[in-house]
């Protein structure tokens, strides 16, 4: 049965579709079965994943699927025979209303998903950045959070706002909602800020793990822009060896090796 992680953070350009990427190459890399879910209407995994073919799925993304115009088996695509998508789409903002106003509109996700689940190992779904029915749809599917953020001023701070709706979460439709762990991305040794912004971040929130550190690497934007995972654009970098070991610690942690 899989693991259902939300990679979220409703700050803007911290790098959950990098993460939800990258994460998803390691894991299948090590031989694991993955499904990657776009919730995000602007749809850059897909993009990245599929480029222009996101105009085939019209009919067939997750948005129908919500919305039960599609049913799950039909909406997944293969990106390879470990990885799997189910794309987001640009008219996905346009089935935000009718998805508010369906009835259980907050476990749309959780039930169209949940016949596939014995199918894989994990199942990443990669978060819009912002509070709405998306984000509560992902989180209620969830098993665990991941939170990419940025060592900023406002990126530590930032964090209260994800585990008050994690807070409300598992008071209204996910007990057992996990934080498994935030992951400070883009990082720099050029300045002290960001290990002054690291030790802030531990001495804020002590019950929050802090994984595996990404570094500020041109590599992880070009790969991007390239539509590969890191893994494939520069193997040797410093960025995919944050990868592989970031993998390695979720492995660990939801197979407790
Ligand atoms: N460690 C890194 N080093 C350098 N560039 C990075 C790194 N992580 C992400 N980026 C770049 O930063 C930009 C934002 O990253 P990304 O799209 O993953 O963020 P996001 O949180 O998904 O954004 P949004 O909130 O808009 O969905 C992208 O151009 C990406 O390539
Ligand atoms: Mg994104």
């Not at 939800?20 to 995994?45: C, E, H, S, W």
């Not at 996101?54 to 088996?73: A, F, I």
């Not at 950045?129 to 969830?142: E, H, K, R, W, Y």
């Not at 883009?186 to 690291?198: G, H, W, Y």
Request: aromatic share 6%; no cysteine.
């Amino acid at each position: 049965m899989a693991a259902v992680i939300s990679i979220a953070n409703q700050k803007g350009g911290v790098g959950k579709t990098t993460l939800t990427l990258n994460l998803g190459y390691g894991l299948a890399r090590m031989g694991r079965k993955v499904l990657l879910i776009d919730v995000d209407p602007q749809f850059n995994l897909t993009f990245g994943l599929i480029g222009m073919d996101v105009l085939n799925y019209e009919t067939t993304n997750v948005g129908t699927l919500m919305t039960r115009e599609s049913s799950v088996e039909e909406t997944i695509v293969e990106i390879t025979e470990n990885l799997h998508l189910i794309p987001s789409h640009l008219n996905l903002s346009a089935k935000e209303i009718e998805i508010i106003n369906a009835y259980n509109r907050e476990r749309r996700l959780e039930k169209a998903i949940s016949p596939v689940l014995p199918d894989y190992d994990y199942v990443l779904i990669d978060n819009p950045p912002s509070m709405g029915i998306f984000l509560v749809n992902s989180l209620t599917a969830s098993d665990y959070v991941l939170i990419p953020l940025e060592l900023s001023y406002f990126g530590v701070i930032g964090m209260q706002l994800m585990f008050n709706l994690m807070a409300m979460i598992r008071e209204e439709t996910n007990e057992s909602l996990t934080l498994m762990g935030l992951v400070p991305n883009k990082f720099t040794r050029q300045t002290k800020v960001p290990q002054t912004r690291l030790k802030e971040l531990r001495e804020t929130y002590p019950d929050a793990p802090i994984l595996t550190t990404i570094p500020k690497a041109i590599a992880l934007e070009k790969a991007q822009g390239e539509g590969v995972s890191i893994f494939d654009y520069e193997p040797e970098g410093r960025a995919a060896r944050a990868f592989e070991k970031l993998t390695r610690e979720v492995i660990s942690i939801v197979e407790g090796e």
